[in-house]
Nanobody
């Protein structure tokens, strides 16, 4: 079992920045694909970004150029740097781990999920 704990959410004005962190338990973090998803009230959980076991990344079009996903395998942690935030980025942000290591945009591919952290962007 892998436990994921997100942190770093909060309230920020439009145009501001936040850095989310996701700390993972277990010995095999470096082999996992990791993803960030978000869910706004009344909406489905949407893909934000993913990083595979070798460091390859992919982003949703809505965040490309503004968000950056990265990982520190020595710390068992994945990050999401969010810049130029917009009110439409407001959501609960979840990190997830994929045991295949590939990391994809599909939430069904992921095996473990964190509890989420709230990000609110005011206009």
């Amino acid at each position: 079992q892998v436990h994921l704990v997100e942190s770093g959410g909060g309230l920020v004005q439009a145009g501001g920045s936040l850095r989310l962190s996701c700390a993972a338990s277990g010995r095999f973090f470096s082999s996992y694909g990791m993803g960030w998803f978000r869910q706004a009230p009344g909406k489905e959980r949407d893909f934000v970004a993913t990083i595979n076991w070798s460091g390859g990344t992919s982003y949703a079009d809505s965040v490309k150029g503004r968000f950056t996903i990265s990982r520190d395998n020595a710390k068992n942690t994945v990050y999401l740097q969010m810049n130029s935030l917009k009110p439409e980025d407001t959501a609960v942000y979840y990190c997830a781990a994929d045991r295949t290591g590939l990391g994809t945009f599909s939430p069904n591919q992921y095996d473990y999920w964190g509890q989420g952290t709230q990000v609110t962007v005011s206009s």
